[in-house]
């Protein structure tokens, strides 16, 4: 199998395209705008539509949109195809994505917030009011849009 990740430059466009939309959205309006703008597919199972990334055919394409009704908290997907064991390769691979991709973030939005926690590196950066996190651990690289409305039910909680 050939590994398969996004380009740094996809990442941070994909994460800026986020970071400009007009939020507040409802869930269904991003379902919809991730069709016009990346080609991305709506399927929906047991009466619930839900998002993939068929585009980069990635091990794992399903993207996670989590929010209420009125408004989304966040989105979230794979950067690059699953480990599906930790291995050197893959770990090699996985980190070396993570670290071009905070380079690219880094250059475009500023010094990012960086932590670990349990094996997974994190770093994030605020954008127009929402935030990106980009995650790396021995088996996955993801990244996560999580809009204005999301972050401020972070900071009411106390997260």
Known sequence: MTWK???????????????AAPWPLTRDEVLRLAVDRFGWTIEEEDGTSYLMNTVSNFTVPDVSTIGARTQLNYLSLDLADE????????QDLLSDAFALIVREGTTRWGEPAQRQKDGTRFASWERSGGRVTISASDVTLSGMFQTPYGVEIDRDSGS
């Open 83 to 90: 480990a599906t064991e930790e291995d050197p390769t893959s």
């Open 5 to 19: 990740s996004m380009t740094p430059t996809e990442v941070c466009d994909l994460m800026d395209f986020w970071a």
